[in-house]
């Protein structure tokens, strides 16, 4: 007879031949001929919890737990409340691993289609320390009932991509400080620097004439002062493909983008595409990298 549950456990490669084979684990264990679907499919769900707490797969946990937290509910095994608070803590957990590759995010909640409790917590913003440490998710008062428990709470976070400096976010929704000063004294920095150069030039120039086959000309003096050759950060391909790895040809085009929109829909892109990547590949490294190099590039040219 076909395993019952199979949906919940598809995604996660568990294949026939590896549910008969827990079957009979099961049944010799316990001495039992016929173990029940429901059985096997818990039994199921605590190996894959233990493989993927084993390599410390954060976004493998958020699923597993998520998943075994419909299948509790579907089938009145017990209520899913606990199991959806792992699904959430692990997903936390999964950005804290950004976090400590150096991108900084906050995790906004996105009360979809919900109930009255978790619409009233709809777009508060907490930084991932702060969430981990109130688990705000999910909704302890939630009233949701999707099979037979209340309280299956839909919320999720959405993480938004956050500044250095920006370090304080409090779980009100005041607007957010927008620390513009330093941009504003580097501006004015930059057009004093021309203008003076400029007028060096023009200086030069006028008093004294040269041979126009090696005179300076003048734009070449300005804008050897505007564009930095080096930032603070590495920036170069070579620093990125040593670090992350991946395709210098991207790394190219984005250390080369100079529109703040085409760079954050590289950055997006690759943000996409890391949430399909296990941590510890090198696809997951490299999408680590791509955003990297993406973020680094939107602040050397001014874009936040
Ligand atoms: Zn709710």
Redesign the pocket.
Known sequence: MPFQYQKYFTQFGVDEQAIEKERSELSKQFNQKNVSDKDLAWSLFAKLNLEAAKKNNANLLSRIYYSQALFADETRRRNPFDLLQQAAHWKLMEMKELENAGLKYAAKISAFK??E??KSQDGQIFTIDEALQKMPLP?KE???QLFNYPGF???EYIFERIKEDQSRLTTSNSPRPRPRKVINIALIAIVVLCFACITFGWVLQTFFPIDSAVAIPTSTLSSSVIIPTSTASGTSVDQYMQEYGGNPDVYTKILSLTDCTTLQQEFDQASANLALQSPGTSQYKWSIGYMKASDNRMKQIACY
């Open positions: 919900s109930c409790a978790c909704h939630c009233t949701t709470c839909r919320c």
